[in-house]
């Protein structure tokens, strides 16, 4: 099945390292971020989820559940799980999918049988807390993803979903943000204590809620 942005979620329930989770129930009202990796006991796969487990209070300030997959059964993730905080320095701190029968692989499209026909590839989704896919990245198995950047889209969202802002090229926290074309200049300057500089009637820049550069902030 072909994931698109939008779409609902599929729901489903699956085996994982903290017991069996019914994927909606288990979100909640929160953010979520679902994401596969091949197999475990391999090298990328190792330092990823290590790096994921560091990341948990950053994901928790943004009010963002985590939780991975693979197609390898829930012993096999048990004995990985020791590695990795032997060698990665943080326990694992988030729910992996045991998916042996590739129920939620299936769903969610992990499986590119043209570049292996067994394992999932490196797949992440962002789900909002309207259960809607915000962001599909996929990336080969030989590839580490960059989970900075998965914190980075999501404040981008959340700027979106809480301020109606969008973010432009290679934008970082704090930088300036782009009104979305879809608010008027009434609404953007009654939304804007700070207010905003008009480069062009589609390009109008304001900086971000919250941040130093904006002086109505605390
Ligand atoms: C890894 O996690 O190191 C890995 C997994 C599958 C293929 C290549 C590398």
Known sequence: MTI???DTAPDFT?????????FHEWLGDSWGVLFSHPKDYTPVCTTELGYTARLKPEFDKRNVKVIGLSVDPLDSHHGWAKDIEETQGTALNFPVI??????????????HPNADDTFTVRSVFVIGPDKKIKL???????????????LRVIDSLQLTAEHSLATPVN?????DCIIVPTLSDEEATAKFP?????VKPYLRITPQPGKKSDSTSA
């Open 4 to 6: 698109r942005l939008g």
């Open 136 to 150: 599909t990245i996929t990336y080969p198995a030989s590839t580490g993803r960059n989970f900075d950047e998965i």
């Open 194 to 198: 700070a207010g905003f500089k008009k």
């Open 171 to 175: 934008w970082k926290d704090g930088d």
């Open 14 to 22: 699956a085996a994982t390292t903290d017991g069996t989770i019914s």
């Open 98 to 111: 045991a998916d042996e029968d590739r129920t939620v692989s299936d769903l969610y499209d992990m499986i």
